[in-house]
């Protein structure tokens, strides 16, 4: 009963920032500030209400391409939750209370509304899938933000640099999720976690860096870090969601990675690359003098970096803590204007000890003495250097907030040129020139110069042979024909000639030949005078046949 | 005749009605030709979910009539799960595309024809799906093409239309004598033309044999599917096809490619079979994936970026089949259903915009969204959708597609190439988006009204897919029955 009360309790409260989101867009069309902070305290106290019931899986209730979809609400969960929108409620407060403010459209409510509700599902979604997708809607939404709150000429590249670069950071969650899915057989956040413990060293290592990536991304790390550079443009109140929500979401990622980052192999190299990533940056800092949002960008990637050793080596309790202090820490960099009056360096001192001393202090029977030492090197090393980095940022004039002025005289001078200028910042740049002159060209060459031309040259080429075959074997075919005819032709003349006409006109000679012979040898009978001495023959012929017939009788 | 035989027979006798009448109608106007058109194909889908409930039942739909006796090839047709997705989605597809040329100045001349031909391709689709005979099956085959070509010869827009209508012609016939090759010589090493009985003893056939005619099939059906670098047919004949043939032809005769890969080789031939040529399959359906996007990016010819992304689209496709996963495979089948949804939009608003502006220069179009956000509220839904943002549609597949090609038992670094190249998809999407609506108007015009033929089944399609998108379990389960159909149960 109770569980079934729990579960439509959580329903509603996911569902209702929706619902208030639309009946503000279609009831009331002035400043919607007051309404949102309200039904923030409400929510606020709710969620009190369900951390006092402690942690419970709702049951399934719907299931997407086969997978079921349940909530998980834990203690860490309601922790960030409480902590995220209290950020949000002093926000909205202090929005109100400044002097000269922007509007806070229906447009803007209801994406903030959607906000709320994504963060919610996501924070309590007991599923990987649907935490994806949550993530992707959270990126959608901060896209949308900046573009709908950036000028004319550059909402479209902001929108196109925030959406892009945190869809790639997805792109690097969901590749690892899909790799552990054939050992986890589900998307059940516990057991794809527990799986991956057991996958084979090679794979697990690239799983474990796709989530490092997607941390790193949705949390604006450096050097990732650009896709929040945007948001210096648009109205401040809208920053919540991109600039606390997402990065609150890629930490509670990390945080939930811990167990498994401690147990896996890959633990030393990322104390490693964490620690490694911590020095460069600090010394990038220190090595120059920044713009204000640049230098808050750094300092943040320096924490984030932190926060990522940290998950190989500190307790998970301590984690949890510098998480959540880094959240209020980053929400206090923020360019809220009241908030950014009382912004005081001795207040930001205190911050950054609590951060640094936090993981120290929670830490302190949870490591080997070794460890311990080295920890307090590198706290002491990271509080300093912040310090000395914001303390360089106060120097830093309102107008020389893009400029950067190199000391030449430092040693990591050098590095900060070619490392974070050529390397990253003109190197990405002249990257996405080159990527696109290279598109460019293989359409011009493969699509245009070899199918497009190439089946037309072919086809002319084709449309020439065929010439060819008709001119000189079609038409071959036919003078040979012609000659061959000719000469059976001209054969049969002569055959006919040497054959048929000869043979009848030798015949018709010998005929004429003889005919004229009888004729002539007629005539010339006819002509001889009769030789009488002849008649004498006959005669004697019968005389002699007389005698024989005497003689016979005889 | 059974009730159930009734209405298959129904599926393909209903558009030659239609054709009938409408050649006996010769001069009719167009709406009276498109309402004949709308109606058969209205009737079509309809009978065809009406059979639904029999496949449900696990009752076998379809009948057979001999046709030349000597050679036992019969005029045979039956209806599965496979089936029925593809028939559904080319219906529905057909449909739609109808229904926009209502709002459309192609077809105005000779009506009944352009009408009479139509139905004729979507006939051709349909036997396609339904022939149960291998020689029905390819003269289904070549009804698509006659139509289409003869479509886009007549109706095309452009001097160089006959060229490209030969073109098309030519490429994708060659495809088709491939298939042809393959069916008879199926037929002569088994002596039957049935597929039923094929399914049956298709392993008789020798083994290179096989292999042979594996490669066959999937050469020709890739042809179809205008898979890299196959693919040089389809930017030409979708770009100077009139708008509806264009969305039927982007949207479902791209997937009868599939169709035939999944009902010949796959079924045919089995798992097994296939595998070594498996890896040969996901690399193609990668580098088309990647070089489409890319193509697509730099493209300028706002119907063109469109017809790019078809073929980077079939690049998943084919990635899905590749991995030869149940997951893979069904991802691949929910793709077709999703691209074509997907593609029929975005072609509807592609034909809307250059309506509108009369341009098709991507660089000098723009800002429109601040005129006409109706049509850019559906185009974001449409980019974002090919884009794979759950939950709309194409994510559902390509999460399976993605999830296939990491349970194959193929190298995990193909997957991840597919995973990340999906960025480029992204990127294309957004560039046609924001240089077509965003920013600084252009080009100047007195209005920018949309008609509302043109308007209403972009909305209707927009609506399909978030509804699609969101509810994916009835697809997702005639998916599944559609697996049992092709390899039997296993």
Redesign the interface.
């Known amino acids: 009963m109770m569980d079934n009360f729990l579960q439509i309790g959580l329903m509603i409260l996911v569902v209702a920032p929706i619902s208030l989101g639309v009946m503000m867009i279609v009831a009331w069309k002035g400043d919607h500030s007051i309404w949102l902070q309200w039904y923030l305290v409400i929510l606020l106290s709710v969620l009190c209400i369900i951390g006092f019931q402690g942690e419970f899986e709702t049951q399934e209730f719907a299931?997407?391409?086969?997978e079921p979809l349940f909530f998980s609400v834990s203690s860490t969960a309601i922790r960030f939750l409480i902590l995220l929108f209290c950020i949000l409620l002093i926000s909205l407060f202090l929005h109100q209370k400044m002097t000269v403010r922007p509007l806070i459209s229906r447009v803007d409510t209801s994406l903030i509304c959607l906000s709320i509700t994504a963060c919610l599902m996501a924070f309590f979604s007991g599923q990987f899938?649907l935490r994806?997708?949550l993530l992707?809607?959270i990126g959608?939404l901060s896209a949308v933000m900046v573009g709908n709150r950036s000028t004319?000429?550059r909402?479209?590249t902001n929108?196109?640099t925030v959406?892009?670069t945190l869809?790639?950071g997805d792109?690097f969650l969901?590749?690892s999720l899909?790799?552990i899915?054939?050992y986890s057989k589900s998307f059940n956040i516990s057991l794809m976690l527990n799986a991956l413990m057991d996958i084979p060293l090679h794979?697990q290592r690239?799983i474990l860096l796709g989530f490092v990536l997607a941390v790193m991304v949705k949390s604006g790390l450096w050097p990732f870090s650009f896709w929040l550079s945007p948001y210096r443009e648009s109205s401040k109140i809208f920053h919540w969601t991109p600039t606390i929500l997402m990065p609150a979401l890629g930490y509670y990622l990390l945080y939930r990675l811990s167990p498994v980052i401690q147990t896996s192999r890959m633990m030393s190299l990322i104390i490693a690359g964490g620690s490694f990533l911590v020095i460069f940056l600090l010394m990038l800092i220190y090595s120059s003098r920044m713009g204000k949002t640049r230098m808050d960008s750094r300092i943040l990637s320096v924490s984030g970096f932190f926060a990522i050793a940290l998950s190989a080596l500190g307790s998970p309790q301590s984690l949890l803590l510098y998480i959540l202090v880094l959240i209020v820490f980053r929400f206090s960099l923020s360019d809220l204007n009241p908030l950014a009056m009382i912004k005081k360096p001795i207040l930001t001192l205190g911050f950054l000890t609590l951060l640094n001393g936090s993981a120290l202090l929670l830490n302190f029977d949870f490591w080997p003495t070794y460890l311990f030492a080295g920890w307090v090197a590198l706290t002491g090393f990271v509080a300093v250097w912040q310090w000395r980095a914001w303390a360089q940022s106060e120097l830093a004039s309102a107008s020389a907030e893009m400029d950067l002025v190199y000391q030449p005289q430092r040693v990591f001078s050098w590095i900060y040129q070619n490392v974070e200028i050529r390397l990253f910042a003109e190197g990405t740049r002249n990257f996405a020139k080159a990527a696109h002159a290279a598109?460019?060209g293989?359409?011009?060459l493969i699509?245009v110069g070899i199918?497009?031309h190439g089946?037309s040259r072919f086809t002319t080429a084709v449309s020439r042979s065929v010439k060819w075959v008709y001119t000189h074997i079609e038409s071959g075919f036919d003078q040979g024909l012609d000659i061959a005819g000719n000469w059976l032709v001209r054969m049969s003349e002569i055959f006919l000639f040497r054959y048929e006409d000869g043979g009848q006109t030798k015949a018709r000679g010998l005929m004429k030949n003889a005919l004229t012979w009888i004729n002539r040898k007629d005539y010339e009978a006819e002509t001889r005078p009769l030789r009488l001495d002849l008649a004498w023959i006959p005669i004697l012929l019968a005389v002699i046949l007389f005698m024989f017939v005497f003689l016979e009788m005889g | 005749m059974k009730a159930n035989q009734l209405l298959l027979a129904a599926v393909t006798i209903t558009p030659l009605l239609g054709v009938v009448i409408l050649l006996l109608w010769k001069n009719a106007k167009k709406k009276a030709a498109a309402a004949i058109g709308i109606v058969c194909e209205g009737a079509c889908f309809l009978f065809a979910i009406l059979l639904i409930p029999s496949l449900q039942q696990g009752q076998s739909v379809g009948f057979s009539f001999p046709w030349i006796s000597s050679l036992q090839i019969n005029f045979s047709l039956k209806m599965d799960w496979l089936a029925l997705i593809f028939l559904v989605t080319e219906i529905l597809v057909t449909l739609a595309a109808m229904v926009y040329s209502l709002g459309d100045t192609d077809g105005d001349i000779n009506s009944s024809y352009y009408y009479s031909l139509l139905l004729l391709f979507s006939l051709g689709m349909s036997g396609t799906t339904l022939a149960e005979d291998v020689f029905l099956f390819y003269v289904y085959w070549e009804l698509m093409l006659v139509a289409s070509v003869l479509l886009i010869l007549v109706w095309g827009h452009g001097d160089r239309r006959p060229a490209i209508a030969l073109k098309y012609f030519i490429f994708t016939h060659l495809g088709s004598l491939l298939v042809l090759i393959c069916l008879i010589s199926l037929y002569v090493n088994t002596g039957t033309a049935s597929m039923t009985t094929l399914l049956q003893v298709a392993h008789l056939v020798p083994g290179e044999s096989q292999v042979i005619l594996i490669s066959l099939f999937l050469v020709g059906f890739c042809v179809k599917m205008a898979i890299f670098p196959l693919h040089l047919w389809l930017p030409d004949a979708h770009t100077v096809a009139p708008m509806p043939v264009t969305i039927i032809l982007a949207a479902a005769m791209l997937s009868m490619g599939t169709y035939g890969i999944l009902r010949f080789p796959f079924a045919l031939f089995g798992i097994a079979s296939i595998q070594p040529f498996a890896i040969w399959l996901m690399i193609a359906g990668i580098v088309s994936e990647i070089y489409g996007a890319l193509m697509a990016l730099a493209e300028k010819d706002i119907k063109r970026i469109i017809a790019y992304s078809s073929v980077s689209q079939m690049g998943y496709i084919l990635f899905g089949l590749g991995s030869l996963s149940e997951q893979g495979i069904m991802g691949g089948i929910m793709h077709v259903v999703y691209h074509a949804i997907v593609k029929a939009l975005l072609f509807m608003v592609v034909g809307i915009v250059i309506s509108v502006t009369e341009e098709r220069q991507i660089d000098r179009i723009g800002g429109l969204g601040s005129r006409m956000w109706i049509t850019s509220v559906c185009a974001a839904i449409g980019i974002l959708s090919i884009s794979g943002m759950p939950p709309l549609g194409i994510f559902n597949s390509e999460w399976m597609i993605f999830s296939g090609g990491f349970q194959s038992e193929y190298p995990a670094a193909l997957t991840l190439a597919t995973v990340l190249g999906s960025i480029f998809t992204l990127v294309y999407a957004l560039r046609f988006f924001g240089l077509i609506f965003l920013g600084p108007v252009k080009p100047l015009r007195h209005t920018y009204q949309v008609p509302m033929g043109l308007l209403i089944p972009t909305g209707a399609v927009t609506l399909f897919l978030i509804v699609e998108g969101f509810l994916p379990g009835a697809l997702l389960s005639w998916t599944i029955q559609s697996l049992t159909s092709i390899f039997g149960g296993a």
């Open positions: 299931s997407f391409l086969g899938m994806y997708i992707e809607m959608l004319v000429s909402s479209f929108f196109s959406f892009i869809r790639l792109l969901l590749s899909l790799a899915q054939p794979l690239w598109v460019i293989l359409y011009s699509e199918f497009h089946i």
